[in-house]
């Protein structure tokens, strides 16, 4: 596993005014460049100020890593924010209702009567992260989508819980293609695309041909190195790309009701008032943060990895209102002596509770423990305490092992900043 390389040393920041905030965020983020932590675009804004607004490149490095204002990066999951818009304008269309079940549209699909619409859209449906084994698959239409999706068992009864759910969006996807009147991509072009004038914005799976495309890149031993092209075309829901300014221009527009009724676009921030999708996959990173009560918008797109995802998003919303974050600076972490008999207790079998398909084998050889994913892959770690592990000394990323109540253990796995928890299963 790829862990991330810094350590952060606690900075405050009380009122400061627009220009001391852009000074602010930009030292942040030229200390993670620097550290070769980042590279990608950045736009933030707060109270309708755009504070700041600016391309970050890892220097010394290859120059098809290098980016722009105009680059288009593939933006993962946070393509999601398009696809439950396009349910709302459905809404809007009288075509769907948020508490219509599923059977309603996909008759006999397992415990469709329970799971809304509206389960669906808030990852309440009780449907697992991801669908079984879906790495098999080069391209998956969205008939076979829902065939593999039925043979799905439920987490958790409909609307009782959250949990992040891919196979939901499938889904989502789905219903945009049958309810509308020209199918799927037609309807996003038509409501999305030309009515926010997102000029740079497209599916990649249908792109040909792509100017001013940010190919993507990831570390692997120590080097940045291109990703591989089957990670580039694989397919995935609504798997977009577009610029940081088309990103911005659409949250701004967003909010005015112009283009949604104003309760739909309320409703795409939910009860909390935010809008927030994070997105990942081999050489991309991508973030969309829009938060109506306390005015900020932070977009970030990049074509690279190794992000410490969770702390930047963390320090940066805390640093636009005035509470404790961190800039980053290298570490460099001192491993101890463990004895095998404590070692022995961390090993076994753990599932990460996210996504029970995904399996981690904890092993121990020649007084190291070594994790096996379910690919094969084998990472020695070790022990900086007795219960904390690192694979990579430069990096607050790593692997805790926690005891519950009867004295077993489970391992929480920390890959760029955020936490996984695992449940063992043997």
Same mark, same amino acid.
């Given at each position: 596993?790829?862990?991330?390389?810094? /350590?952060?040393?606690?900075?405050?920041?009380?009122?400061?005014?627009?220009? %001391?905030?852009?000074?602010?965020?930009? +030292?942040? /983020?030229?200390?993670?460049?620097?550290?070769?932590?980042?590279?990608?675009?950045?736009?933030?804004?707060?109270?309708?100020?755009?504070?700041?607004?600016?391309?970050?490149?890892?220097?010394?490095?290859?120059?098809?890593? %290098?980016?722009?204002?105009?680059?288009?990066?593939?933006?993962?999951?946070?393509?999601?924010?398009?696809? @439950?818009?396009?349910?709302?304008?459905?809404?809007?269309?009288?075509?769907?209702?948020?508490?219509?079940?599923?059977?309603?549209?996909?008759?006999?699909?397992?415990?469709?009567?329970?799971?809304?619409?509206?389960?669906?859209?808030?990852? %309440?449906?009780?449907?697992?992260?991801?669908?079984?084994?879906?790495?098999?698959?080069?391209?998956?239409?969205?008939?076979?989508?829902?065939?593999?999706?039925?043979?799905?068992?439920?987490?958790?009864? #409909?609307?009782?819980?959250?949990?992040?759910?891919?196979?939901?969006?499938?889904?989502?996807?789905?219903?945009?293609?049958?309810?509308?009147?020209?199918?799927?991509? +037609?309807?996003?072009?038509?409501?999305?695309?030309?009515?926010? %004038?997102?000029?740079?914005?497209?599916?990649?799976?249908?792109?040909?041909?792509?100017?001013?495309?940010?190919?993507?890149?990831?570390?692997?031993?120590?080097?940045?190195?291109?990703?591989?092209?089957?990670?580039?075309?694989?397919?995935?829901?609504?798997?977009?790309?577009?610029?940081?300014?088309?990103?911005?221009?659409?949250?701004?527009?967003?909010?005015?009701?112009?283009?949604?009724?104003?309760?739909?676009?309320?409703?795409?921030?939910? @009860?909390?008032?935010?809008?927030?999708?994070?997105?990942?996959?081999?050489?991309?990173?991508?973030?969309? +943060?829009?938060?109506?009560?306390?005015?900020?918008?932070?977009?970030?797109?990049?074509? /690279?990895?190794?992000?410490?995802?969770?702390?930047? &998003?963390?320090?940066?919303?805390?640093?636009?209102?005035?509470?404790?974050?961190?800039?980053?600076?290298?570490?460099?972490?001192?491993?101890?002596?463990?004895?095998?008999?404590?070692?022995?207790?961390?090993?076994? @079998?753990?599932?990460?509770?996210?996504?029970?398909?995904?399996?981690? &084998?904890?092993?121990?050889?020649?007084?190291?423990?070594?994790?096996?994913?379910?690919?094969?892959?084998?990472?020695?770690?070790?022990?900086?305490?007795?219960?904390?592990?690192?694979?990579? #000394?430069?990096?607050?990323?790593?692997?805790?092992?926690?005891?519950?109540?009867?004295?077993?253990?489970?391992?929480?796995?920390?890959? &760029?900043?955020? @936490?996984?928890?695992?449940?063992?299963?043997?």
């Amino acid at each position: 596993m790829k862990l991330l390389s810094f /350590f952060f040393i606690l900075v405050f920041s009380i009122k400061l005014s627009a220009q %001391q905030y852009s000074k602010e965020l930009d +030292h942040y /983020f030229t200390a993670l460049t620097e550290l070769k932590n980042f590279n990608g675009n950045v736009k933030i804004a707060k109270n309708n100020t755009v504070l700041l607004d600016k391309a970050y490149n890892i220097p010394n490095e290859d120059k098809a890593l %290098q980016v722009d204002k105009n680059s288009k990066f593939i933006i993962a999951s946070v393509s999601k924010i398009f696809v @439950k818009y396009g349910i709302l304008k459905l809404v809007e269309q009288g075509k769907i209702k948020l508490s219509d079940h599923l059977n309603r549209y996909i008759p006999d699909f397992p415990n469709g009567e329970k799971i809304s619409i509206e389960n669906l859209l808030f990852h %309440q449906s009780g449907l697992p992260r991801e669908i079984k084994d879906y790495e098999k698959y080069e391209h998956l239409s969205l008939e076979k989508t829902i065939e593999l999706a039925r043979r799905e068992p439920l987490q958790f009864e #409909p609307g009782t819980q959250t949990l992040y759910s891919n196979v939901g969006y499938f889904i989502l996807h789905y219903l945009i293609d049958k309810l509308s009147d020209k199918g799927y991509w +037609h309807f996003i072009q038509e409501e999305i695309i030309k009515k926010y %004038q997102l000029k740079n914005t497209g599916e990649f799976n249908s792109s040909r041909s792509l100017s001013d495309f940010a190919y993507g890149f990831s570390a692997e031993n120590g080097k940045i190195v291109p990703v591989p092209q089957t990670s580039i075309n694989r397919f995935e829901t609504g798997n977009y790309y577009s610029t940081i300014d088309d990103l911005y221009s659409f949250s701004q527009q967003l909010i005015s009701g112009k283009n949604l009724r104003k309760d739909l676009v309320l409703k795409m921030f939910g @009860k909390d008032s935010q809008l927030i999708q994070a997105g990942g996959r081999p050489g991309y990173r991508a973030y969309y +943060h829009q938060d109506l009560k306390l005015g900020i918008t932070f977009i970030f797109i990049s074509n /690279f990895t190794d992000i410490p995802f969770q702390k930047v &998003t963390e320090d940066i919303i805390n640093l636009l209102n005035g509470q404790p974050y961190r800039i980053p600076q290298k570490i460099s972490r001192k491993a101890i002596e463990v004895s095998d008999e404590v070692l022995k207790q961390y090993t076994g @079998k753990f599932a990460l509770e996210a996504d029970l398909s995904q399996v981690f &084998t904890v092993i121990l050889e020649d007084h190291f423990l070594y994790i096996l994913d379910k690919d094969g892959g084998k990472t020695k770690i070790y022990p900086e305490s007795k219960t904390i592990f690192f694979d990579n #000394p430069e990096s607050e990323d790593g692997y805790h092992f926690l005891s519950n109540q009867g004295g077993q253990y489970h391992l929480m796995i920390i890959s &760029t900043g955020v @936490k996984f928890n695992t449940k063992k299963i043997q």
